[in-house]
């Protein structure tokens, strides 16, 4: 049996959908019909190539992650039936559950092309296998990697998912102070708990250039670092560097265009960004020289650094406006995708450089 990052992958991957399936989780009740109705019920009228898209698509990772999982355990004989079955049955409960939502639709449709993504996303795995990639894969995660990297390989692959979802400030995930507050607020109204909620003595304050330029520079920084903190030292983190900021950035415009259109795709992309990408650039080719068990104390550092400056701004007006349409409008589908990512992201490091740190100090 061999340890992989397949199974935690495939397992967030499922939160994910959950989470998108049955987003945003109100005014649950029942409807009247029955919970398998719409299994026989006649075909939708309206009915889109964007619709059949996504479902498909977005069901072919989660079947590949789960036949992969299943490969690298090495105790199933049959990992294509076992990932469609574990897709499917999903689909299916989450299209049952929206029965139960009256702004969601459940439908036989959707059901049948996620259990198609799902089988081909299993296909696809099975045909990589067979053609010896799997193993090739294998091998270059030997060469690249220390022995037990898994945790933070599941980490590095979900950062650029995680800034699909705009944020404030480019690279600045985890700015959740401000709507904690206001959501704590929002439940304890009406109750005499909203007396204990503690009162800011001052509004938050929109970030200086400089307080910007340091969010964007560690937000680049620290997945640099926790990629040192799985990486072989030498070359290897050399060659990481230009690769992993470039996806970052590629993913930041890919949000940009989502959501104003191809000529904004580098709005983001002001003087204090840009200043803090070739900084970026010049720094962490340096810091690919430390240790790894010092580079997850810089994790630590610049995590602290980058959550302290960033809570401490409001959400600005176009953020909220950009918010509104991935919340409301065209996006809906892909809200539960990235919005948790990008705000639970830097917590998740967090636990993880803990983690690491501390077992550090109990094997000497």
């Known amino acids: 049996m061999h340890k992989t990052a397949a199974s935690p992958l495939a397992l967030i991957y499922a939160v994910l959908i959950v989470y998108a399936s049955l987003y945003p989780f109100t005014d649950w009740r029942d409807q009247g019909v029955e919970v398998w109705a719409f299994l026989l019920a006649p075909r939708p009228r309206y009915w889109t190539g964007f619709d059949v898209a996504v479902n498909i698509i977005g069901y072919v990772p989660f079947g590949g992650l789960l036949a992969l999982s299943a490969l690298r355990a090495g105790r199933l004989d049959r990992p294509l039936l076992f990932s469609f079955l574990c897709a499917s049955v999903l689909s299916l409960c989450m299209e049952t559950l929206q029965s139960f939502l009256p702004v969601r639709v459940a439908s036989r449709e959707d059901w049948l092309l996620n259990s198609a993504g799902a089988w081909g996303g299993a296909i696809a795995t099975l045909a990589l296998e067979r053609l010896g990639a799997i193993d090739r894969w294998s091998n270059f995660r030997r060469f690249w990697f220390i022995k037990d990297a898994r945790g933070g390989l599941v980490l590095l692959a979900t950062w650029p998912l995680a800034l699909l ?112 990408l070739v900084t970026a650039l010049i720094l962490a080719p340096l810091l690919a020289l430390v240790p790894g068990r010092a580079c997850a104390a810089l ?66």
Not at 208 to 229: Q, T
Not at 324 to 338: M, P, S, T, V, Y
């Open 165 to 276: 979802f705009p944020p404030a400030v480019p690279f600045g995930l985890g700015q959740i102070y401000e709507r904690i507050e206001a959501q704590v607020a929002e439940q304890l109204a009406d109750t005499p708990f909203l007396d204990w909620l503690p009162v800011r003595d001052i509004e938050l304050q929109p970030l200086l250039p400089s307080a910007e330029l340091i969010c964007v520079l560690l937000g680049l920084l620290i997945p640099c670092l926790l990629g040192f903190c799985v990486i072989r030292p030498g070359i290897r983190r050399l060659l990481f560097v230009p690769l992993y900021i470039g996806v970052g950035v590629a993913a930041t415009a890919l949000s940009a265009l989502l959501s104003w259109g191809p000529g904004h795709a580098l709005a983001w992309l002001d003087l204090p960004a840009k200043v803090a």
């Open 299 to 364: 994790v630590l550092l610049g995590l602290g650094i980058h959550l302290g400056i960033l809570n401490q701004a409001p959400e600005s007006p176009y953020f909220a406006q950009t918010l509104q349409e991935w919340e409301q409008g065209r996006f809906i589908r892909f809200n539960g995708l990235a919005q948790w990512l990008g705000w639970m992201w830097p917590y998740a490091v967090l636990g993880y450089a803990l983690a690491l740190t501390w077992r550090h100090d109990t094997k000497n």
